[in-house]
């Protein structure tokens, strides 16, 4: 299967701290892509970082992507309790490979 | 721009019986695909339409169907359903194939229950 893995599986922080998810993936790939899901709820693009990104920016979110590794991560600075909600990762060729996700709950 | 909108909601069905579900993506995309989100399997792809034909399909029994119209609207089948069919299903369309990035907009998705 190419879908890719999230870890931790779940995570728990105080609201202010950071969070940061990592993803593996095992072919390669066009661009990596990061969605947010509320419980029961559809997904929703977060941010996308391109193959020959290294680091990308949006608001609060950082995501790195290191091809050679096969690995991203998405780090969530000074989090807040409305951030609580899965996170996935998604690859791209020529369909999307969703990860596992993680879990994550900000406890106010 | 109004969002994709999955129809229905909440369904509940039998062994057995069939469903069908329905898709209308963002006005302007041609490309809409199918996922099933189960707490153990997590996101598993079902099929993809783009221009009312199918470009990928995931690894599912045939009992799971689907059809692109030309207003680029989509609906999935499930013949025969079973109790693992239970499911959210959700629906995503992107302007995939066209210049623009490849981002998914997804539905709230269709929860289905099958007793």
């Known amino acids: 299967s190419q879908q890719g893995e999230e870890d931790p599986q779940a995570l728990s922080i105080q609201e202010g701290e950071n969070a940061t998810m990592n993803c593996s993936y095992k072919t390669s790939i066009n661009n990596l892509q990061w969605y947010r899901q509320n419980s029961g709820r559809g997904l929703v693009h977060l941010i996308l970082?391109?193959?020959?990104?290294r680091e990308k920016h949006s608001g609060r979110l950082r995501v790195t992507l290191d091809t050679s590794k096969k690995s991203s991560s998405l780090l969530i600075t000074a989090s807040r309790a409305a951030d609580t909600a899965s996170y996935f990762c998604a690859t791209t060729g020529n369909q999307f490979y969703f990860g596992t996700g993680t879990s994550l709950t900000v406890i106010p | 721009k109004a969002g994709v909108t999955q129809t229905p909601r909440y369904l509940i069905k039998t062994r057995g019986q069939q469903v069908t579900l329905s898709c209308s993506p963002i006005?302007?995309?041609?490309?809409v695909s199918w996922y099933q989100q189960t707490p153990g399997q997590g996101l598993q792809f079902l099929f993809e339409y783009f221009s009312e034909t199918q470009r990928n399909k995931g690894n599912f029994p045939g009992r799971f169907s689907g059809r692109q119209f030309s207003n680029s609207r989509s609906e999935m089948n499930v013949s025969t359903l079973e109790l693992g069919d239970s499911a959210l299903y959700l629906c995503?369309?992107?302007?995939?194939?066209?210049?623009?990035?490849?981002?998914?907009?997804f539905g709230a998705g269709s929860r289905l229950t099958v007793l």
């Open positions: 006005s302007g995309h041609r490309s």
């Open positions: 995503a369309s992107s302007n995939w194939g066209d210049s623009g990035a490849n981002v998914l907009t």
């Open positions: 970082i391109r193959s020959n990104e």
